[in-house]
């Protein structure tokens, strides 16, 4: 009996090995396409678009909404119209890497608030920070490197591919023993929303995907890609010994400007096409 309670526990753990690799073989995806700047890598997911786009459309409408109540939503109207005519160049050239992309159902404001912050959450759902803009005096040029950036992580599914490795984490054997199936509450992918999109920061891979993208946003729509590296030189600045949360994980900055002067290089063209439009 004791002999094959062990065999059966051994069987069992054969077929959850060789499950883990079948089920990341599975769930692997490419969410864009390459683009100019030919950003090319697999990602594993767990969940739908559907339904992280739909616990982000929960979660920014709180975010919103808490702003809206507290004052500090869309303060200064000649800001927010800077911001959104930004948003309106950019968001057509998301085409470029998804031709859905342009439908979304995107959404633009600036939230009063005294951090260097911006993101975008999945599906379009962008916030800009007043201080960001404020304090570092940001051209038009570097707000939309930045907005390229918080974009193309939305473009790249970063947080579904960050919800999904969080659920394969804590969910572990029950998800196997499920038959890959996966169930999680809208409250409960909204709060993942939230938290990945503006509180947890992304991983190296994602930010250099991001910075790659959006520096070609940029360029298509007629901003200088070289001021990618202008912005993040003076966030750097503004940060002292701590930086701001937009670059907590983010490459070293000699890497991350030699890769920024590199691909802003590369984009090049494109800018001067667009520029002649």
Known sequence: MVFSGIKRRASMALVLACSSTVLAACLTTQ???????????????????????????KAYADVITKAQKEGKLNKDAKQVARVRAIAN???????AFRQDA???????????????????????????????IEKLQLTDDEIAAIMGHEIAHALREHSRE??????ATSVGLDLLSAGFGLSRG???????????????????????????????????????????????????????????????????????????????VRVQPLYEQAKKR
Request: hydrophobic share 40%.
């Open 186 to 264: 809208a409250s409960d992918l909204a709060g993942m929303a939230a938290n990945v999109a503006i509180s947890l920061p992304y991983g190296r891979s994602h930010e250099v995907e991001s910075d790659r993208i959006g520096v070609e946003l940029a360029a298509r729509a007629g901003y200088n890609p070289r001021a990618a590296i202008s912005v993040w030189q003076k966030m750097g600045k503004a940060g002292g010994s701590s930086p701001p949360e937009l670059l907590s994980t983010h490459p070293s900055p000699e890497n991350r400007m030699r890769d920024l002067e590199d691909y802003s």
């Open 31 to 57: 969410t864009t396409s390459g683009g100019a700047v030919g950003v090319e890598r697999s990602q594993f997911v767990l969940v739908s678009s559907a339904e992280v786009d739909a616990a982000a459309t």
């Open 89 to 95: 160049r950019l968001i057509p050239q998301t085409v």
């Open 162 to 167: 960050r919800i999904s490795q969080q659920l």
């Open 102 to 132: 342009p439908q979304w159902k995107w959404e633009v404001n600036v939230i009063e608030s005294d951090q260097l912050n911006a993101w975008c959450m999945a599906g379009g759902k962008i916030a800009f920070y007043s201080a960001l």
